[in-house]
């Protein structure tokens, strides 16, 4: 997505749209979602999420999000009321562990070799 280069707006554009389309290839290709996590990207995608999919496992793991950095405090928001709110309620999620739930998380390196030489 980002090869071409382009405005940054557009890059994110198309990394979102490669973000859903590997999530729509996992939960239907695969059936690697559950009915949850379907839930779970729709309401990230209905909070403002440029991209949004499953990650991990499946089958009831988790989702990762491509959120504008100024747009993160209110998506954090709209997904605890639009998804957890109501586990909470039901006593199937922790109302004190929504913060280990949600949370926002910037690109950075991943892992990478050292050798003892990089290292001097």
Do not use: M, N
């Not at 990762?64 to 100024?70: G, M």
């Not at 586990?87 to 990478?112: H, I, K, N, Q």
């Amino acid at each position: 997505a980002c090869e071409g280069g382009g405005p940054p707006a557009e890059l994110a554009a198309k990394l979102g749209a490669l973000t859903d389309a590997s999530h729509a290839s996992c939960a239907g290709d695969y059936d690697c979602s559950c009915p949850e996590l379907q839930e779970l990207v729709g309401v990230c995608k209905a909070a403002g999420a440029i991209g949004s999919r499953l990650t991990g496992a499946g089958w009831g793991g988790c989702t990762v999000s491509l959120v504008e950095d100024t747009k993160v405090d209110a998506f954090i928001a709209r997904v605890r009321d639009d998804f957890y709110a109501k586990r909470v309620s039901a006593g199937t999620a922790d109302g004190a562990r929504l913060g280990e739930y949600v949370f926002a998380t910037r690109p950075c390196p991943g892992a990478a070799l050292l050798t003892a030489k990089a290292l001097r």
